[in-house]
T-cell receptor, first 117, second 110 residues
Framework: DGGITQSPKYLFRKEGQNVTLSCEQNLNHDAMYWYRQDPGQGLRLIYY???????QKGDIAEGYSVSREKKESFPLTVTSAQKNPTAFYLCASSIAPGLAGGRETQYFGPGTRLLVL | GNSVTQMEGPVTLSEEAFLTINCTYT??????LFWYVQYPGEGLQLLLK?????DKGSNKGFEATYRKETTSFHLEKGSVQVSDSAVYFC?????????FGAGTTVTVRA
């Protein structure tokens, strides 16, 4: 079955620690995205990548970093600079930007919940 | 910029009741419109979508019609079930970005 997997389901971060969230897709999608969801709120875009070896900052990129070395994978690192990291993190993917005129449908993974110890 | 405004919740209904969740949007150009559903502790699932004016998206008994004249995309279901209890997000896609409403929590009681 094609889809998006995220791991781990729960992640605990200690003070001053960097942690990495995994996102893998086998949908053969070119574009991948990371969102943050806080309780009672909509989703906010952290980073996105339209093609391998390229990525752009979203609306709330400070304290986060990403890489896109493979088409299938888009890991997110939450650095110690992110002072309020507790949230639900969602990864998404879509077909190549432009194939639907910039209005591509995004498909989401099951999410990772990050908690601070 | 683009934005989505949806009906605030929470909404509590009895089984077999009619559900409407209002959604209006502001966008430049001609966005695609979506409804996503999120069950407790899970990611977002695409419920339905519409890509141009007057299109009707439908899935699992849910429907929404893309109304350009009123910039709306209201979600409806004629007879809800307990299993429809979830958070529903309206969203629009334009200029390579997805913009979300704040979400509406729906609880259906048996």
């Amino acid at each position: 079955d094609g889809g998006i997997t995220q791991s781990p389901k729960y992640l605990f971060r200690k003070e001053g620690q960097n942690v990495t969230l995994s996102c893998e897709q086998n949908l053969n999608h070119d574009a991948m995205y990371w969102y943050r969801q806080d309780p009672g709120q909509g989703l906010r875009l952290i980073y996105y990548s339209q093609i391998v070896n390229d990525f752009q900052k979203g609306d709330i990129a400070e304290g986060y970093s990403v890489s896109r070395e493979k088409k299938e994978s888009f890991p997110l690192t939450v650095t110690s600079a992110q002072k309020n990291p507790t949230a639900f993190y969602l990864c998404a993917s879509s077909i190549a930007p432009g194939l639907a005129g910039g209005r591509e449908t995004q498909y989401f993974g099951p999410g990772t919940r990050l908690l601070v110890l | 910029g683009n934005s989505v405004t949806q009906m605030e919740g929470p909404v509590t209904l009895s089984e077999e009741a009619f559900l409407t969740i209002n959604c209006t949007y502001t966008a430049t150009g001609y966005p695609s419109l979506f409804w996503y559903v999120q069950y407790p502790g899970e990611g977002l699932q695409l419920l339905l979508k519409a890509t141009k004016a007057d299109d009707k998206g439908s899935n699992k008994g849910f429907e929404a019609t893309y109304r350009k004249e009123t910039t709306s995309f209201h979600l409806e279901k004629g007879s809800v079930q307990v299993s429809d209890s979830a958070v529903y997000f309206c969203a629009l896609s334009s200029d390579y970005k997805l913009s979300f409403g704040a979400g509406t929590t729906v609880t259906v009681r048996a």
